[in-house]
């Protein structure tokens, strides 16, 4: 199994970090994790493309998780020349989404259908929606979802992916609770979209402040590592942004908590398992 991350940054514009989503492959079973900002373009860096998923899973509908998720279904059509079904799983709410990003998409769609002979449909897609608990299978990989914290973002999901003996979490933005502790434990890899709540904290900006209450910070994502008894801890989604020079930084604050392997990087940093 391969882990890239092949968005790092957060809702913040960063010139060298697309937004939130990482991609797990599994020989040619490739699935997404959230479709942040510039995720295609990613994709591509990481050897895949949209026609390779196998499914995009949501964690949650903030937008910086899947403001890009057009671009995704797009693709995927115009690549399939509209003969493949792209599977979309989700919270509940991820239905109306989808069916209002292709109500978006609706002009694109009939150009293209009208300008190429070989697409006579518009994009496939078939969403899931998923309550917390429950269990899937994608080839051969086992999928589980639970119940992450993000309040007021409701409802939210991790999952837990399995392959044979290896297993990865990856749940999203979410304080410290449960539902990660089940879906990370004993796990290969956990990763965990994490801030700086020490820097965070000096903010003048008061909506910079209102996310230190809904986001895992760098000590609770390693004492959740800890408690879970992980392998690696993956760090995405960090807020502020580090430059490299400041990974050391944040690895050694991790490690006041967790002995086992602390992950920071970049865009299309890849963990393999
Ligand atoms: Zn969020
Ligand atoms: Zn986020």
Request: glycine residues 6%; aromatic residues 4%.
């Amino acid at each position: 199994m391969e882990i890239v991350l092949t968005g790092t940054g957060s809702p913040l514009p960063d010139a060298n970090r697309a937004g939130p989503s990482t991609l797990v492959k599994v020989d040619n079973c490739h699935v997404l994790v959230d479709a942040g900002r510039g995720v295609v373009m990613r994709m591509a860096g990481a050897g895949s493309l949209p026609i390779f998923l196998r499914a995009v899973l949501l964690t949650h509908l903030h937008s910086d998780h899947i403001c890009d998720l057009n671009d995704v279904i797009t693709t995927h059509w115009v690549m399939s020349q509209g003969n493949a079904t792209l599977p979309i799983y989700g919270p509940p709410g991820t239905l109306e989404f989808v069916n209002r990003q292709m109500h978006a998409l609706e002009a694109d769609i009939s150009y293209r259908i009208e300008h190429h002979e070989e697409l006579t449909n518009g994009p496939r897609v078939e969403v899931a929606e998923l309550t917390p608990g429950e269990q899937f299978t994608l080839d051969d990989l086992s999928i589980r979802t639970a119940a992450t914290e993000h309040a007021p973002v409701k409802p939210t999901l991790g999952y837990r992916i399995e392959h044979n003996d290896v297993a990865v979490a990856l749940v999203g933005d979410t304080v410290p609770c449960e539902g990660v502790d089940e879906l990370a434990r004993e796990a290969d890899a956990y990763v965990q979209t994490v801030i700086r709540s020490d820097l965070v904290g000096l903010s003048p900006n008061s909506m910079m402040l209102d996310i230190l209450d809904y986001h895992s910070d760098v000590e609770q994502a390693a004492q959740t590592a800890a408690r879970a008894n992980v392998k690696r801890l993956v760090l995405t989604h960090m807020v502020p942004a580090p430059t490299e020079d400041q990974y050391s930084e944040w690895i050694a604050k991790a490690q006041e908590h967790f002995d086992g392997e602390v992950v920071i990087g970049d865009d299309l940093t890849t963990i393999s398992l």
